[in-house]
């Protein structure tokens, strides 16, 4: 994902998410204009399709196929770093939080309890940013993943718009 794409994310870390949503909205968007029009191409074609019918009816499944396989790559692509770089932190920060929790449980004195759940809030808000890290890597991902899904959709919509409402059927 190019920082361009999202760039209030660096100043609003829902950001990220309303991106994603916005794509994914585009791509609903398109999809139905795309699913009305080539319904209503091959109900126009009917039993014996024109040639050029046949080769949009044919390239429906192709490109979902070249659309999801990129989609599969992307997310594979943009998956890897994202989960190496926030596993080990995680993990750090769940030991570290669990430690100081049963430190908690463990305490003798009112003064000990009260130190030790100082601690273990401290150590919880430390690790918080490691939480808006994994959500923003998520929000990554599933932008990275979503992008050829929602490229062939608005790319249909746009050449279905003008010449396909009408069926090439003579």
């Given at each position: 994902m190019k920082s361009t794409d999202l760039p209030a994310a660096m100043f609003f870390p829902i950001g990220l998410w309303l991106g994603v949503a916005s794509k994914t909205q585009e791509m609903l968007l398109a999809s139905s204009q795309v699913i009305a029009t080539r319904s209503a191409r091959i109900a126009a074609?009917?039993?014996?399709?024109?040639?050029a019918d046949q080769r949009e009816f044919a390239l429906m499944?192709?490109?979902?196929?070249?659309?999801?396989?990129?989609?599969?790559?992307?997310?594979?692509?943009?998956?890897?770093?994202?989960?190496q770089a926030l596993n080990?932190?995680?993990?750090?920060?769940?030991?570290a939080i669990m430690n100081n929790a049963f430190a908690l449980a463990g305490s003798?004195?009112?003064?000990?309890?009260?130190r030790r759940h100082k601690t273990l809030v401290s150590t919880v808000?430390?690790?918080?940013?490691?939480?808006?890290?994994?959500?923003?890597?998520?929000?990554?991902?599933?932008?990275?993943?979503?992008?050829?899904?929602?490229?062939?959709?608005?790319?249909?919509?746009?050449?279905?718009?003008?010449?396909?409402?009408?069926?090439?059927?003579?």
């Open positions: 074609a009917g039993p014996l399709p024109s040639a499944g192709s490109e979902k196929l070249d659309a999801f396989s990129q989609s599969a790559a992307a997310l594979g692509r943009a998956w890897t770093p994202a989960v080990s932190q995680a993990l750090q920060g769940w030991f003798r004195t009112p003064a000990q309890a009260m808000m430390r690790r918080a940013p490691t939480l808006q890290r994994a959500s923003d890597a998520a929000a990554r991902v599933t932008h990275s993943a979503l992008a050829p899904v929602h490229r062939t959709a608005t790319a249909n919509a746009r050449r279905l718009g003008s010449t396909g409402k009408k069926s090439t059927r003579r």
